[in-house]
Protein backbone atom coordinates (compact mmCIF):
# COMPACT_ATOMS: atom_id res chain seq x y z
CA UNK A 1 0.00 0.00 0.00
CA UNK A 2 1.46 3.38 -0.57
CA UNK A 3 0.66 6.29 1.13
CA UNK A 4 0.59 10.11 -0.24
CA UNK A 5 1.84 12.68 2.14
CA UNK A 6 -0.79 15.89 2.54
CA UNK A 7 0.20 19.55 1.35
CA UNK A 8 1.28 21.67 4.58
CA UNK A 9 0.09 24.61 2.09
CA UNK A 10 -2.18 25.28 -0.85
CA UNK A 11 1.35 27.74 -2.06
CA UNK A 12 5.28 26.09 -2.51
CA UNK A 13 7.67 28.46 -0.31
CA UNK A 14 9.27 31.35 -2.06
CA UNK A 15 12.40 31.90 -2.59
CA UNK A 16 14.70 35.03 -2.09
CA UNK A 17 16.49 35.82 -5.30
CA UNK A 18 20.34 34.86 -4.84
CA UNK A 19 21.51 38.31 -5.46
CA UNK A 20 20.07 39.81 -2.38
CA UNK A 21 23.12 39.96 0.12
CA UNK A 22 22.75 37.37 3.29
CA UNK A 23 23.34 40.67 5.70
CA UNK A 24 22.25 44.20 5.08
CA UNK A 25 22.31 47.66 7.07
CA UNK A 26 19.50 48.22 9.31
CA UNK A 27 18.66 50.32 12.95
CA UNK A 28 17.81 47.66 15.41
CA UNK A 29 16.28 48.41 19.15
CA UNK A 30 17.53 45.94 21.74
CA UNK A 31 14.80 46.88 23.91
CA UNK A 32 11.94 49.98 24.71
CA UNK A 33 12.93 53.04 25.23
CA UNK A 34 13.57 56.92 23.79
CA UNK A 35 15.62 56.97 20.77
CA UNK A 36 18.34 56.19 22.44
CA UNK A 37 18.19 52.54 21.63
CA UNK A 38 18.10 53.02 18.04
CA UNK A 39 21.59 52.06 16.82
CA UNK A 40 22.94 51.37 13.57
CA UNK A 41 23.60 46.97 12.73
CA UNK A 42 24.42 44.78 10.35
CA UNK A 43 21.23 42.27 10.37
CA UNK A 44 20.38 38.96 8.16
CA UNK A 45 18.81 40.14 5.08
CA UNK A 46 14.87 38.30 4.95
CA UNK A 47 15.38 34.89 3.59
CA UNK A 48 11.87 33.84 3.29
CA UNK A 49 7.96 34.83 2.07
CA UNK A 50 5.03 33.86 3.02
CA UNK A 51 2.82 33.86 0.24
CA UNK A 52 0.95 36.88 0.59
CA UNK A 53 4.30 38.73 1.28
CA UNK A 54 6.55 41.03 -0.46
CA UNK A 55 9.99 41.54 -0.49
CA UNK A 56 10.48 45.53 -1.03
CA UNK A 57 14.31 47.19 -1.56
CA UNK A 58 13.87 49.96 0.59
CA UNK A 59 14.86 53.49 -0.82
CA UNK A 60 13.10 55.08 2.11
CA UNK A 61 11.26 55.04 5.36
CA UNK A 62 9.16 57.16 7.03
CA UNK A 63 9.09 58.25 10.54
CA UNK A 64 5.74 58.33 12.75
CA UNK A 65 4.10 58.54 15.94
CA UNK A 66 3.20 54.98 15.63
CA UNK A 67 7.01 53.94 15.10
CA UNK A 68 7.47 56.01 18.15
CA UNK A 69 4.74 54.02 20.12
CA UNK A 70 6.13 51.12 19.04
CA UNK A 71 10.40 51.88 20.40
CA UNK A 72 9.14 53.26 23.49
CA UNK A 73 6.49 50.45 24.08
CA UNK A 74 3.70 52.65 25.30
CA UNK A 75 0.43 52.15 25.65
CA UNK A 76 1.74 49.45 27.53
CA UNK A 77 -0.77 47.55 25.37
CA UNK A 78 1.49 47.20 22.83
CA UNK A 79 3.47 45.39 24.24
CA UNK A 80 1.41 42.33 24.37
CA UNK A 81 1.43 42.39 20.78
CA UNK A 82 4.80 43.30 20.13
CA UNK A 83 6.99 41.61 22.92
CA UNK A 84 6.69 41.64 26.58
CA UNK A 85 10.84 42.19 27.50
CA UNK A 86 12.00 43.49 24.30
CA UNK A 87 9.97 43.67 20.68
CA UNK A 88 10.32 40.77 18.88
CA UNK A 89 10.82 42.61 15.23
CA UNK A 90 14.02 44.52 16.32
CA UNK A 91 13.67 46.65 13.48
CA UNK A 92 11.96 49.35 13.55
CA UNK A 93 10.02 51.22 11.08
CA UNK A 94 6.60 50.49 8.96
CA UNK A 95 6.27 53.41 6.26
CA UNK A 96 7.73 52.18 3.08
CA UNK A 97 8.71 52.91 -0.18
CA UNK A 98 10.87 51.21 -2.78
CA UNK A 99 11.89 48.54 -5.68
CA UNK A 100 9.99 45.08 -5.33
CA UNK A 101 12.43 42.59 -5.65
CA UNK A 102 10.76 39.02 -4.82
CA UNK A 103 6.75 37.96 -3.89
CA UNK A 104 4.96 35.48 -1.94
CA UNK A 105 3.75 32.39 -3.91
CA UNK A 106 0.41 33.95 -4.10
CA UNK A 107 1.13 37.39 -4.96
CA UNK A 108 -0.29 38.63 -8.33
CA UNK A 109 -0.40 42.27 -7.64
CA UNK A 110 3.03 42.82 -8.13
CA UNK A 111 6.34 41.93 -9.63
CA UNK A 112 9.92 42.13 -9.21
CA UNK A 113 10.75 45.99 -10.27
CA UNK A 114 7.69 47.54 -9.51
CA UNK A 115 7.71 50.62 -7.96
CA UNK A 116 5.66 50.54 -4.59
CA UNK A 117 4.65 52.60 -1.27
CA UNK A 118 2.76 51.41 1.66
CA UNK A 119 3.56 50.01 4.79
CA UNK A 120 5.93 46.99 6.03
CA UNK A 121 7.87 45.61 8.85
CA UNK A 122 11.24 46.58 9.91
CA UNK A 123 11.34 49.15 7.12
CA UNK A 124 14.27 51.04 8.85
CA UNK A 125 16.46 48.62 6.56
CA UNK A 126 17.93 47.97 3.00
CA UNK A 127 15.36 45.13 2.63
CA UNK A 128 11.97 44.89 4.98
CA UNK A 129 8.74 42.97 4.27
CA UNK A 130 5.10 43.68 3.48
CA UNK A 131 2.37 42.37 3.17
CA UNK A 132 0.45 42.69 -0.64
CA UNK A 133 -2.67 43.83 1.00
CA UNK A 134 -0.80 46.67 2.38
CA UNK A 135 0.92 48.09 -0.78
CA UNK A 136 0.19 49.94 -3.84
CA UNK A 137 1.96 51.39 -6.85
CA UNK A 138 3.62 54.60 -5.65
CA UNK A 139 2.40 57.80 -7.46
CA UNK A 140 4.41 58.49 -10.37
CA UNK A 141 4.87 62.14 -9.58
CA UNK A 142 6.47 61.77 -6.00
CA UNK A 143 9.83 60.68 -5.15
CA UNK A 144 10.58 57.74 -3.14
CA UNK A 145 11.25 60.27 -0.38
CA UNK A 146 7.95 62.14 -0.66
CA UNK A 147 5.94 58.81 -0.91
CA UNK A 148 7.65 57.23 2.39
CA UNK A 149 5.89 59.81 4.12
CA UNK A 150 2.46 59.38 2.90
CA UNK A 151 1.21 55.95 4.08
CA UNK A 152 0.40 55.85 7.79
CA UNK A 153 -0.54 59.81 8.44
CA UNK A 154 -2.17 60.01 5.42
CA UNK A 155 -4.23 57.10 5.86
CA UNK A 156 -5.27 58.06 9.49
CA UNK A 157 -6.16 61.50 7.61
CA UNK A 158 -7.92 60.72 4.69
CA UNK A 159 -10.30 58.44 7.23
CA UNK A 160 -10.50 61.04 9.92
CA UNK A 161 -11.75 63.90 6.88
CA UNK A 162 -13.32 61.48 4.84
CA UNK A 163 -15.16 58.60 6.17
CA UNK A 164 -15.45 59.76 10.14
CA UNK A 165 -16.34 63.56 9.86
CA UNK A 166 -17.66 62.91 6.86
CA UNK A 167 -16.18 66.74 5.81
CA UNK A 168 -18.59 68.31 3.07
CA UNK A 169 -17.91 71.83 0.92
CA UNK A 170 -19.00 74.46 2.51
CA UNK A 171 -18.21 72.93 6.06
CA UNK A 172 -15.78 74.87 8.57
CA UNK A 173 -13.31 72.40 9.95
CA UNK A 174 -10.77 72.62 12.44
CA UNK A 175 -7.42 70.85 12.32
CA UNK A 176 -5.72 70.52 15.42
CA UNK A 177 -1.67 69.62 15.34
CA UNK A 178 -1.89 70.80 11.92
CA UNK A 179 1.60 71.67 11.18
CA UNK A 180 2.35 67.85 11.63
CA UNK A 181 2.59 64.31 10.02
CA UNK A 182 -1.48 63.51 9.90
CA UNK A 183 -2.30 67.59 10.12
CA UNK A 184 -0.46 68.44 7.09
CA UNK A 185 -2.26 65.84 5.07
CA UNK A 186 -5.78 66.32 6.70
CA UNK A 187 -5.75 70.13 6.78
CA UNK A 188 -4.98 68.99 2.31
CA UNK A 189 -7.69 67.17 2.40
CA UNK A 190 -10.62 69.22 4.02
CA UNK A 191 -9.47 71.74 1.86
CA UNK A 192 -9.57 69.18 -1.03
CA UNK A 193 -13.25 68.57 -0.17
CA UNK A 194 -14.38 72.05 -0.38
CA UNK A 195 -14.22 73.13 3.50
CA UNK A 196 -13.12 76.27 5.24
CA UNK A 197 -10.26 74.91 6.94
CA UNK A 198 -8.72 76.40 10.74
CA UNK A 199 -5.29 74.95 11.31
CA UNK A 200 -4.17 74.63 15.16
CA UNK A 201 -0.39 74.78 15.20
CA UNK A 202 2.73 76.73 16.65
CA UNK A 203 3.42 80.11 15.92
CA UNK A 204 6.37 79.42 13.93
CA UNK A 205 4.67 76.73 11.26
CA UNK A 206 2.28 79.17 11.00
CA UNK A 207 3.59 79.78 7.65
CA UNK A 208 3.69 75.66 6.69
CA UNK A 209 -0.08 75.58 7.62
CA UNK A 210 -1.41 78.35 5.83
CA UNK A 211 1.13 77.09 2.35
CA UNK A 212 -1.51 73.82 3.24
CA UNK A 213 -4.21 75.56 2.50
CA UNK A 214 -5.94 76.99 5.83
CA UNK A 215 -7.27 79.85 5.45
CA UNK A 216 -7.12 80.57 9.39
CA UNK A 217 -4.24 79.54 11.74
CA UNK A 218 -4.24 79.90 15.65
CA UNK A 219 -1.69 79.60 17.64
CA UNK A 220 -1.90 77.38 20.33
CA UNK A 221 0.23 79.08 22.77
CA UNK A 222 -2.10 81.82 22.11
CA UNK A 223 -5.95 81.20 21.11
CA UNK A 224 -8.29 79.40 22.71
CA UNK A 225 -10.17 77.08 20.68
CA UNK A 226 -13.42 77.71 22.40
CA UNK A 227 -13.76 81.39 21.92
CA UNK A 228 -16.02 80.83 19.09
CA UNK A 229 -18.82 79.14 20.00
CA UNK A 230 -20.73 76.58 18.12
CA UNK A 231 -18.65 77.04 15.13
CA UNK A 232 -17.36 74.17 13.06
CA UNK A 233 -18.86 71.29 11.54
CA UNK A 234 -16.10 69.05 12.05
CA UNK A 235 -13.02 69.16 14.28
CA UNK A 236 -9.89 66.98 13.73
CA UNK A 237 -8.59 66.34 17.11
CA UNK A 238 -5.16 65.54 15.98
CA UNK A 239 -2.85 67.24 19.04
CA UNK A 240 -5.36 65.30 21.10
CA UNK A 241 -5.32 67.99 24.22
CA UNK A 242 -7.99 70.26 24.18
CA UNK A 243 -10.04 68.83 26.82
CA UNK A 244 -13.66 67.53 25.87
CA UNK A 245 -15.86 69.93 27.06
CA UNK A 246 -13.83 72.73 24.89
CA UNK A 247 -13.75 70.64 21.69
CA UNK A 248 -17.74 70.31 22.19
CA UNK A 249 -17.78 74.02 23.08
CA UNK A 250 -16.44 74.91 19.23
CA UNK A 251 -18.53 72.37 17.91
CA UNK A 252 -21.97 73.07 16.15
CA UNK A 253 -24.97 71.25 18.11
CA UNK A 254 -24.47 68.67 15.66
CA UNK A 255 -21.11 68.70 14.90
CA UNK A 256 -18.79 66.12 14.34
CA UNK A 257 -15.30 65.97 16.35
CA UNK A 258 -12.68 62.87 15.56
CA UNK A 259 -10.43 62.08 18.14
CA UNK A 260 -6.77 60.82 16.66
CA UNK A 261 -4.28 61.79 18.47
CA UNK A 262 -2.73 62.49 22.31
CA UNK A 263 -0.13 61.16 23.78
CA UNK A 264 -1.45 61.16 27.31
CA UNK A 265 -4.51 59.43 26.76
CA UNK A 266 -3.36 56.79 29.29
CA UNK A 267 -0.57 54.58 29.94
CA UNK A 268 -2.30 51.39 29.75
CA UNK A 269 -4.35 51.43 26.15
CA UNK A 270 -3.70 54.86 25.64
CA UNK A 271 -7.13 55.29 24.54
CA UNK A 272 -9.20 56.90 27.66
CA UNK A 273 -9.78 60.61 26.16
CA UNK A 274 -11.13 58.83 22.86
CA UNK A 275 -13.39 56.14 25.05
CA UNK A 276 -14.89 59.08 27.66
CA UNK A 277 -15.79 60.69 24.03
CA UNK A 278 -18.03 57.65 23.10
CA UNK A 279 -19.64 57.90 26.07
CA UNK A 280 -20.45 61.74 25.79
CA UNK A 281 -21.61 60.96 22.43
CA UNK A 282 -24.65 58.58 23.56
CA UNK A 283 -26.09 61.60 25.05
CA UNK A 284 -25.41 64.59 22.94
CA UNK A 285 -26.85 65.27 19.12
CA UNK A 286 -22.94 66.21 18.74
CA UNK A 287 -20.36 63.21 17.80
CA UNK A 288 -17.42 61.90 18.94
CA UNK A 289 -15.92 59.94 17.52
CA UNK A 290 -11.76 57.78 17.16
CA UNK A 291 -10.36 56.05 14.50
CA UNK A 292 -8.84 52.69 15.44
CA UNK A 293 -5.93 51.90 13.17
CA UNK A 294 -6.63 49.87 9.70
CA UNK A 295 -4.73 50.13 6.33
CA UNK A 296 -4.80 48.79 3.61
CA UNK A 297 -4.11 48.92 -0.71
CA UNK A 298 -7.57 50.55 -1.19
CA UNK A 299 -6.58 53.24 0.62
CA UNK A 300 -3.35 53.79 -0.55
CA UNK A 301 -5.17 53.86 -3.96
CA UNK A 302 -7.63 56.78 -2.61
CA UNK A 303 -4.59 58.84 -1.64
CA UNK A 304 -3.03 58.62 -4.82
CA UNK A 305 -6.11 59.96 -6.88
CA UNK A 306 -5.70 62.93 -4.23
CA UNK A 307 -1.77 62.84 -5.06
CA UNK A 308 -2.33 62.66 -9.42
CA UNK A 309 -4.79 65.05 -9.04
CA UNK A 310 -3.02 67.40 -7.55
CA UNK A 311 -4.75 67.87 -3.91
CA UNK A 312 -2.15 66.60 -1.92
CA UNK A 313 1.14 66.94 -1.63
CA UNK A 314 3.72 65.64 1.38
CA UNK A 315 4.87 68.20 2.95
CA UNK A 316 8.60 67.10 3.92
CA UNK A 317 10.14 68.81 6.58
CA UNK A 318 13.87 66.94 6.60
CA UNK A 319 15.10 63.97 5.30
CA UNK A 320 17.59 61.90 7.13
CA UNK A 321 20.35 59.55 6.46
CA UNK A 322 19.17 55.32 7.67
CA UNK A 323 22.02 55.99 10.43
CA UNK A 324 20.66 59.16 11.64
CA UNK A 325 17.58 57.72 12.30
CA UNK A 326 17.65 58.30 16.05
CA UNK A 327 18.35 61.82 15.71
CA UNK A 328 15.08 61.58 13.62
CA UNK A 329 12.94 60.35 16.12
CA UNK A 330 14.68 62.84 18.18
CA UNK A 331 13.39 65.74 16.25
CA UNK A 332 9.89 64.29 15.71
CA UNK A 333 9.61 63.96 19.41
CA UNK A 334 10.68 67.28 20.33
CA UNK A 335 8.43 69.58 17.74
CA UNK A 336 11.24 70.56 15.81
CA UNK A 337 10.01 68.96 12.28
CA UNK A 338 7.34 70.65 9.78
CA UNK A 339 5.02 68.43 8.66
CA UNK A 340 7.17 64.51 7.92
CA UNK A 341 10.27 63.53 7.57
CA UNK A 342 11.98 60.74 5.51
CA UNK A 343 14.60 58.43 6.67
CA UNK A 344 16.61 57.45 3.10
CA UNK A 345 17.87 54.38 2.87
CA UNK A 346 19.17 53.00 -0.31
CA UNK A 347 19.05 55.12 -4.37
N1 LIG B 1 -5.76 57.08 15.99
C1 LIG B 1 -4.86 56.71 15.09
O1 LIG B 1 -5.05 55.72 14.37
C2 LIG B 1 -3.60 57.52 14.92
C3 LIG B 1 -2.81 57.40 13.77
C4 LIG B 1 -1.71 58.23 13.62
C5 LIG B 1 -1.37 59.12 14.65
N2 LIG B 1 -2.12 59.15 15.78
C6 LIG B 1 -1.80 60.08 16.86
O2 LIG B 1 -1.97 61.41 16.37
C7 LIG B 1 -1.10 62.29 17.09
C8 LIG B 1 -0.32 63.16 16.14
O3 LIG B 1 0.49 62.34 15.31
P1 LIG B 1 1.45 63.04 14.26
O4 LIG B 1 2.20 61.93 13.59
O5 LIG B 1 0.73 64.00 13.42
O6 LIG B 1 2.46 63.81 15.26
P2 LIG B 1 3.48 65.01 14.96
O7 LIG B 1 3.93 64.94 13.55
O8 LIG B 1 4.49 64.98 16.02
O9 LIG B 1 2.58 66.35 15.13
C9 LIG B 1 2.17 66.80 16.38
C10 LIG B 1 1.30 68.03 16.20
O10 LIG B 1 0.83 68.44 17.49
C11 LIG B 1 1.10 69.83 17.67
N3 LIG B 1 1.36 70.17 19.08
C12 LIG B 1 2.50 69.95 19.79
N4 LIG B 1 2.36 70.42 21.05
C13 LIG B 1 1.11 70.95 21.13
C14 LIG B 1 0.37 71.59 22.16
N5 LIG B 1 0.88 71.79 23.38
N6 LIG B 1 -0.90 72.00 21.87
C15 LIG B 1 -1.44 71.80 20.66
N7 LIG B 1 -0.79 71.20 19.62
C16 LIG B 1 0.47 70.77 19.86
C17 LIG B 1 2.32 70.10 16.82
O11 LIG B 1 2.40 71.48 16.52
P3 LIG B 1 3.83 72.24 16.40
O12 LIG B 1 4.76 71.24 15.76
O13 LIG B 1 3.50 73.41 15.53
O14 LIG B 1 4.26 72.59 17.79
C18 LIG B 1 2.03 69.22 15.61
O15 LIG B 1 1.18 69.90 14.73
C19 LIG B 1 -0.24 61.41 17.98
O16 LIG B 1 -0.82 61.39 19.26
C20 LIG B 1 -0.36 60.03 17.33
O17 LIG B 1 -0.14 58.98 18.24
C21 LIG B 1 -3.24 58.39 15.92
Given at each position: MTTTALPTSTHPASTIPATIPPTMRAIVQDGYGDAEVLRPAERPAPRALRAEEVLVRVHAAGLDRGTWHLMTGTPYAVRLAMGLRRPRQPVPGLDVSGTVVAVGAAVTAFAPGDEVYGIGSGTFAEYAVAKAGKLSAKPTGLTHQQAATVPISAITAVQAV????RVRAGQRVLVTGASGGVGSYAVQIAVAAGAEVTGVCSAAKADLVRSLGATHVLDYAVDDLAAVADHYDAIIDIAGNTTLSRLRRALTPTGTAVLVGGEDAGKLLGMGRQLRGLVVSLFSRQRLTLRLPKEGAADLERLTALIDAGDLTPSVGDTYPLADAAQAMRDLVAGRVRGKVAIVVGG
Amino acid sequence: MTTTALPTSTHPASTIPATIPPTMRAIVQDGYGDAEVLRPAERPAPRALRAEEVLVRVHAAGLDRGTWHLMTGTPYAVRLAMGLRRPRQPVPGLDVSGTVVAVGAAVTAFAPGDEVYGIGSGTFAEYAVAKAGKLSAKPTGLTHQQAATVPISAITAVQAVSDLARVRAGQRVLVTGASGGVGSYAVQIAVAAGAEVTGVCSAAKADLVRSLGATHVLDYAVDDLAAVADHYDAIIDIAGNTTLSRLRRALTPTGTAVLVGGEDAGKLLGMGRQLRGLVVSLFSRQRLTLRLPKEGAADLERLTALIDAGDLTPSVGDTYPLADAAQAMRDLVAGRVRGKVAIVVGG
